[in-house]
């Protein structure tokens, strides 16, 4: 469990941030007096959407991933993670205005599928680092 200090420590965000995060219900907390004390798997999935959102926390998110699994996990989520999002989403065309209503429900239905699959294959190469990761901490701890 963590504190809002420690999150906002590690996310490199205001410890306001996180409280905002908390009372909006984007990260699942426990009252703990006063404070607040977050499960590191709630934290995980805040950061796993929080990542999804290109130009938003990516900036912050690769230097947590660096710190917490090194420089070459890092570069792993920019480069199949973070840049070909972000080239998705910057090849995505807004509806043109001369467009018929069915012709927006359509592009409308295809950004959607498209959305969904670009979560699924963050998702799994998410689950391939976390493999990698858990691979390299058996060996680790075997030492």
Do not use: C
Not at 12 to 38: C, F, M, N, P
Not at 60 to 79: R, T
Not at 94 to 110: D, F, H, N
């Amino acid at each position: 469990m963590l504190t809002t200090k420690q999150i906002s420590e590690l996310l490199r965000v205001s410890e306001e941030t996180v409280r905002r995060w908390i009372r909006t219900g984007e990260l699942h907390a426990e009252q703990d007096g006063k404070g607040y004390l977050v499960d590191e798997l709630a934290l995980k999935r805040l950061v796993d959407e929080k990542s999804q959102i290109p130009g938003n926390a990516m900036n912050k998110v690769l230097p947590i991933i660096n710190d917490l699994f090194g420089p070459e996990a890092a570069k792993f989520a920019k480069s199949n993670l973070f840049d070909p999002l972000r080239q998705s989403m910057d090849q995505t065309a807004p509806p043109r205005p001369e467009a018929s209503p069915e012709s927006v429900a359509e592009e409308l239905s295809q950004l959607k599928r498209k959305k969904r699959r670009l979560e699924l294959e963050h998702e799994l190469k998410l689950l391939e680092v976390e493999e990698k990761i858990a691979v390299l901490e058996q060996k680790a701890n075997r030492f």
